[in-house]
């Protein structure tokens, strides 16, 4: 949003000011990547509290991680699920901070129905993932082959996959003709 803001700016402070907060979440983010590699091990000890919430949290949450509005909403079926309030909203921000990150595209929101659970599609619309990286992007600090140059430590896949398992679902990764 900084960077948004900076490229707007009408003059020079305005816009110092601006790279001063980019710099600064910059620091941040690093910060807080260390930090997760220095308590990877204490994964197993993150809370995750699942409780039965009526399926339009989904939604709510879903919009709260979409801070550029990009994303195409599809209804969500009206159900029970069972999840994890703060877990969820990890995913999702994770899912579309990644998708703003490499695909910069607008992204896609699907829902179905099967058996026992509410199959959940967050689809951007960029060029994908080469196949043969698939199987790898949910492991600890495996970056693709687009991340060069991209900061990152390669845990928010295999964190939000953990999170998913621990809440009773999973995160399945698939590339098709329309995007990752």
Known sequence: VSELMAVRAVNGREQEQLKIIETKADQI????????????EE???LTVSVREQESR???????????LQRADCGAV???????DDLRMQQ?????????????????????????????IGVQDLGGGVPADELPR????????SN???KSGSGLGLFICSYLMEEMGGSLICETNEEGF
């Open 29 to 40: 983010d690093r910060l807080i990547s260390n930090m997760f590699q220095a308590t990877l």
């Open 43 to 45: 994964l197993k000890e």
């Open 57 to 67: 949290r989904i939604a709510e949450l879903i919009s709260e991680a979409d801070y």
């Open 77 to 83: 079926p009206e159900c029970l699920l069972l999840f």
């Open 91 to 119: 995913v999702f921000d994770n899912l579309f901070g990644k998708s703003y990150k490499y695909a910069g595209t607008d992204i896609r929101v699907t829902f179905m129905l099967s058996e026992d659970f509410l199959v």
């Open 137 to 144: 992007l949910t492991g600890k600090f495996y970056r693709g």
């Open 147 to 149: 991340a060069e140059g």
